[in-house]
């Protein structure tokens, strides 16, 4: 069982929190984007507001386990202090003397935020001592850092250990809920989409969903691979040779199993790699040489988004196209839409993270849909069946 906030007596305790504000920063150190500050709030509020202290910790880039002031989470502290409207006691390390006089200088319905994580190469060695160290500064441990759960990490893992009292963060158990709940008890029909570049990403994804969805639709370049394994000529579009034969075996099991597995019928072919290629849309078993599948087409637009309104259940991981291409976005942009409209007609509809997840908000279509997880890899992971070792560590 994982215990959730609302489960734990927080009233002057001090609550460790592992967060995610792993945030975009340019050049001055400025933050570009902190919607995942904003995401960490109602955890935040909720604790101070029941009488704990917010001891919060994360990492933030990749400092390589070493002190980089580049990578400090001091315009963090700024920020999510004007969030809160209230001060964010910051403690210049996230272990020894200089975090202990912070957290015991501070008090119930404060918030401090301790020094990035990964300056100390131990975080992401999962060391125990160096667990034991952060875990001093807490009495109540909770992670709400979906993004990192599929990393057994000090902060995510070994020192879920030290404590007795633990739990999941809202943010997690929202993704918890929804991407268990999809898995788990879909209502039917259950569509799944899958694209992105490579099926060497999502084997393992397709391999689960084979086993708990109607059907499944797949465009991308992943695509092409298939084809390849189905012996079409797909010109120079994007193909994993030694994955052919898995497309094979993908393909026959599905049929096995008598789940739906459906490529697109047509494409988007560009002379180039480049948003200004020429272009044209042609039935899969017309690519030539010297043209590559860059979207899915028309026809194939039309056929995914009835199935998709269709259904009741949707999980989608990986653009249909190359989107940051703006003459190539428009299969991805109408899967998008179709979710939309799928979440009107009252489906549950769940975008991985990641690249769907930046497809999503480039269309601002990101508040349309039932959830958007904030994880990439873990979301993934999540899907292939995988336990997460920041979750299980929660257990109690
Ligand atoms: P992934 O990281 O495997 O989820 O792949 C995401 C990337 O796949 C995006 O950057 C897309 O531009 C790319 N992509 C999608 N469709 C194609 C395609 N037909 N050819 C090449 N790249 C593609």
Not at 20 to 33: A, H, Q, S, Y
Not at 212 to 241: H, P, Q, V
Request: glycine share 10%; charged share 25%.
């Amino acid at each position: 069982m994982i215990l959730s906030l609302n489960d734990l007596d927080l009233n002057d305790r001090r609550v460790l929190v592992r967060v995610d504000f792993n945030v975009p920063l340019d050049e001055t150190g400025t933050i570009t984007d902190d919607t995942r500050i904003m995401e960490s709030l109602p955890t935040i509020r909720y604790i101070i507001d029941h009488g704990g202290l917010a001891i919060l910790m994360s990492h933030l880039g990749r400092p390589k386990g070493k002190v980089n002031p580049k990578y400090s989470l001091t315009p963090v502290a700024e920020r999510l202090s004007s969030l809160l409207d209230q001060p964010v006691y910051f403690a210049k390390d996230c272990i020894g003397a200089k975090a202990e006089e912070v957290v015991q200088s501070r008090t119930s319905g404060e918030v401090v935020l301790l020094e990035n994580l990964r300056f100390y190469p131990e975080e992401e060695a999962n060391d125990t001592e160096f667990a034991a160290k952060l875990a001093q500064s807490g009495d109540i441990y909770i992670n709400d850092a979906f993004g990192t759960a599929h990393r057994a990490h000090a902060s995510t893992e070994a020192i879920a250990h030290c404590f007795n009292e633990k739990g999941a963060g809202f943010l997690l158990q929202k993704e918890l809920k929804y991407l268990g709940e999809a898995l788990s008890k879909p209502e039917r029909p259950f569509v799944a989409i899958l694209g992105g570049s490579k099926v060497s990403g999502k084997i393992d994804v397709i391999k689960e969903l084979l086993t708990k969805c109607d059907s499944i639709l797949i465009g991308g370049g992943m695509m092409f691979t298939f084809y390849k394994a189905m012996g079409l000529e797909i010109g120079n579009s994007l193909l994993e040779k030694d994955k052919v034969s898995l497309a094979s075996e993908l393909i026959a099991e599905a049929k096995e199993i008598g789940v739906e597995v459906i490529l697109p019928g047509d494409t988007i072919v560009g002379d180039s790699f480049s948003n200004d290629a020429n272009y044209k849309n042609v039935e899969v078993h017309h690519i030539k040489e010297g043209w590559m599948g860059m979207d899915i087409g028309k026809r194939t637009i039309d056929e995914f988004s009835r199935i998709i309104l269709n259904a009741r259940t949707i999980v989608w991981n990986g653009p249909m196209g190359v989107f940051e291409m703006p003459n190539f976005a428009v299969g991805t942009k109408a899967i998008a839409e179709a979710l939309v409209g799928a979440t009107r007609l009252g489906a549950t509809t769940i975008i991985g993270g990641g690249d769907s997840a930046a497809a999503i908000s480039q269309f601002h279509l990101e508040k349309q849909v039932t959830h958007v997880s904030t994880g990439g890899g873990a979301s993934l992971e999540f899907l292939e069946g995988k336990v997460l070792p920041g979750v299980k560590a929660l257990e109690v």
